[in-house]
C-alpha cells in the first residue's frame, strides 16, 4: 500500500547559517551564482523584543526569532496568526555549559534567567512574546532528525487543520568540553511557512512521503559539511531545489534508516 503523501505549498522561506545571513545570500549560493565563503553565523539584534526580554535572548532565540520573522515577512504573512513548529536537536548549547559550570562550583544557586533560558521550548516563548501569537505551537526534538519530526509535524497541521503552520528549525553549538561530544561548527537554522492552498506568494507544492534512497548530497564539499554537521541543514537539498526552482524528488535523513522523500513542483 502506497501511504497518502503530505501536501502543501512552500509560501515562505527564512534562513541563517555560518556564510549565510539571509535566504537571498542563499538563493545565489544554492544556485551558483556566488561562490561559498565560510564565515561565523551573525544574529541579528531581535528588536522585536521588549528591552528587558531582549537583554536576556541567547543564541538560540535570537536565531528563531530572525529565521521565523523572514520566513513570515517573505510571504506578507501575519505572524501573529500562525500556528509555529519549532524544531532543534538540542536546546542552547551556551547556557548549558554555563549552568553544568555553575552546578560544578560549591554554589549550586542557579540563576532564574539562566534556568527559563535552559528548557526547550524557550525560543518559542520568546516567540509568542515578540509576536503576541496565540495560535497552537508545537516544540519538537528528534537528535539529527529533528527538521524531518517538525516537517513531518508542521505538514500534518497544515492538512489536518487546513492552516498555514511556520516550522522553524534550528540548532547552535556547544562550547567545549562538551563540544568534542557534540561537534555542531555554529548556530544555523530554516523557517519554511507551508500553506494549504496555493497563493500568488507560492514558491512551490511539496508532497512529502517515506523514503528508501540515500539522502541528496550537495556537490559543494563546504555545504555538503553544513548539511551533516548541522542538523536543521539536512534541509539544504530541499531548499536549493527552492532556490533554483526546480522539480523533482530529493531524499532527506530521517530516523535510520528511514528517509523522507520529498516531491517539489515549483510555481
Not at 524544531?87 to 547556557?95: E, I, K, L, W, Y
Not at 530554516?190 to 550537495?218: F, N, Q, W, Y
Not at 551533516?228 to 532556490?243: D, F
Request: glycine residues 6%.
Amino acid at each position: 500500500m502506497r501511504p497518502t503523501p503530505l501536501t502543501a505549498w512552500v509560501d515562505g522561506v527564512g534562513f541563517l547559517a555560518p556564510g549565510m545571513p539571509d535566504w537571498p545570500t542563499a538563493c545565489a549560493i544554492l544556485r551558483g551564482e556566488q561562490a561559498y565563503t565560510p564565515a561565523p553565523s551573525v544574529l541579528p539584534v531581535p528588536n522585536v523584543l521588549p528591552p528587558a526580554e531582549r537583554r536576556r535572548a541567547s543564541r538560540v532565540v535570537k536565531l528563531a526569532l530572525a529565521l521565523g520573522l523572514e520566513a513570515a515577512a517573505h510571504a506578507e504573512a501575519d505572524v501573529g496568526t500562525l500556528a509555529t513548529v519549532f524544531t532543534a536537536s538540542g536546546a542552547d548549547g551556551h547556557n548549558c555549559h554555563a549552568l553544568c559550570e555553575q552546578l560544578a562550583t560549591d554554589d549550586r544557586r542557579i540563576s532564574p534567567t539562566r534556568f527559563h533560558n535552559s528548557v526547550h521550548n524557550a525560543a518559542a516563548g520568546y516567540w509568542g512574546i515578540a509576536t503576541g501569537a496565540m495560535a497552537p505551537c508545537q516544540v519538537l526534538c528528534a537528535f539529527d532528525a529533528s527538521f524531518g519530526a517538525g516537517l513531518l509535524d508542521a505538514l500534518a497541521q497544515v492538512v489536518v487543520d487546513q492552516r498555514a503552520t511556520l516550522l522553524i528549525a534550528y540548532d547552535s553549538e556547544y562550547p567545549e568540553p562538551l563540544h568534542r561530544k557534540r561537534p555542531i561548527p555554529d548556530c544555523a537554522g530554516v523557517a519554511l511557512l507551508l500553506t494549504p492552498v496555493e497563493s500568488v506568494r507560492s514558491l512551490a507544492r511539496i508532497a512529502v512521503t517515506p523514503g528508501t534512497d540515500d539522502a541528496a548530497r550537495l556537490a559543494d564539499g563546504e555545504l555538503e559539511s553544513l548539511r551533516t554537521t548541522i542538523p536543521a541543514l539536512r534541509s539544504l537539498p530541499l531548499l536549493q531545489r527552492l532556490a533554483r526552482r526546480e522539480g523533482g524528488s530529493v531524499c532527506l535523513d530521517y530516523l535510520p534508516p528511514m528517509q523522507l522523500r520529498v516531491d517539489c513542483v515549483p510555481c
